[in-house]
């Protein structure tokens, strides 16, 4: 990387970008059900969690979105329902898997009045995530009943069986040692990434926070990357507010790795944290860390992000190998029951950054990259221009990614799409919302598209087999009136 001096950095970030970048909100759609039925997804559990509520339920898919090519993206929802109350003893978490799903984008010229696009997104496939060696679940001992008065019990998702350990939300699946024991069956999935191969995933989360590769095509775990350990916890409790206060450094609870991108060139991801680590909790200074992973060696760094107006960081999109967007937000707006104000993009450039992985507190902050002076996109501003109010727009945006190029006026326009987190409860939150902004080469110089290849994925049939064998063994648990695993 280049070698420049943070000043000459400043100067370089605030050069690159625009002073009025002219983004244009082409497009605006939302997915509220699938051919399954309406809240569900494609999943085929259809037994119930802890909470009562079923286990295919469909929500909180923006919680990390990226483009697999052509009109195809991928979504993860984070650990599950745990926005409805049933066991404080566990953080209302339950065994809901972790997943992705597969979504098609359509962008249609819009012939009506309104924006210049019609947006219909559709729910294509629901893959869950798996390890193919046991994992450590959380037995419920102690720790309570269900929502409908029986014990606990394990955290083993009911499906379970020899080969296929599922990952799941509940906050006690998790082994001696540090948050980052790469056995721990709990994850809180809050970004993916496709490799340019378009074979593999790769997922980051809060709980380790873990960065894991999983094949697209099964859902099988193919690697848990080793992250350095100033980032991980010691003390653990199936509880985060006592994780908070059992630990001196490490991740906070719940705020861990909310955001990765992977560089066009598909060699390096690069994580960033949602808020300070506790050793670096300085809260005027907003200290929040990067992560940088070399994908074949695993070698990391790490680099300092100072947060402007946000409480945290949502996400971070790859413009090309040293350059990035970073999702800064508040936590305000459409399910919070608040007015949204903070929900902005801003541009960093890791040339000539200084590693910070052995500094803590003042001294990692001092070394802080470089970053714009104005956003690279404020989304409140913008959807106030279509008569969105700051109470309507979602406090939860989480997944940025870049799409496919557009015709529009003439002219080739790049593509932004932005989408929300309701924490399943549309309710409350709104349904899942993806927002589609236009952008010129001018308005984001050094701008490169990743390419991902076509990946082969099971046919419609042998994908209906897949399922219909998942149904099957929900509907044995079910019939045997057993939670433990199966074998």
Sequence with gaps: MLRKTVLGL??????????????????????????????????????????GLPADILGGIGSGLTHAGGNVFLAVPDRGPNATAYNSAVDDTTSYISRFQTLTMTLAANPSAGLPFTLTPQLARTTL???????????????????????????APVVNRTGQ????????????????????????????????????????????????????????????????????????????????????????????????????????????????LEQDADKAGKLVRIVTIDIATGTTHEYGYKLTNGSGVSEIVAINDHQFLVDERDGKGLGDGSVAKVKQLFLIDLNGAVDITNLSGKAALDKAIAKSASPFLDLVNELAKQGVAGANVPAKIEGVSFGQ????????????????????????AGANQFYV??????????FVAQSVAAAAVPEPGVWA????????????VRRRRRAASLA
């Design 10 to 51: 400043a100067l370089s970030c605030a050069a690159i970008l625009p002073a009025q970048a002219q983004l244009v909100l082409l497009a605006q759609g939302q997915l509220t059900g699938s051919k399954a039925g309406a809240g569900k997804d494609l999943s085929g559990l259809s037994y119930k969690l802890e909470n």
């Design 129 to 155: 995530l798996y390890s193919p060696t046991a994992l450590q679940y959380g037995s419920g001992a102690g720790l309570g009943s269900k929502a409908d008065g029986t014990p606990l019990g394990s955290g």
């Design 165 to 276: 350990y599922y990952f799941s939300g509940r906050s006690d699946n998790f082994a001696a040692g540090s948050s980052g024991n790469p056995v721990d069956a709990r994850f809180d999935p809050e970004a993916i990434r496709v490799s340019n191969d378009g074979k593999s995933v790769f997922i980051s989360d809060e709980y380790g926070p873990y960065v894991r590769q999983f094949d697209r095509a099964t859902g099988a775990l193919v690697k848990t990357f080793t992250l350095p350990t100033n980032l991980y916890a010691t003390n653990l409790s199936p509880k985060g507010d006592t994780e908070i206060a059992g630990n001196t450094i490490g991740r906070v609870a719940n705020k861990g790795m909310e955001g990765l991108a992977i560089t066009p060139d598909g060699k390096t991801l690069v994580g960033i944290m949602q808020a300070a």
């Design 405 to 428: 190029d557009v015709a529009y006026n003439g002219a080739t326009y790049h593509t932004l799409y932005i989408a929300n987190d309701n924490d399943f409860v549309p309710a409350t």
């Design 437 to 446: 902004f236009g952008f010129q080469d001018k308005d984001l110089p050094g």
């Design 465 to 476: 087999m897949l399922l219909a064998g998942v149904g099957a063994i929900g509907g044995m």
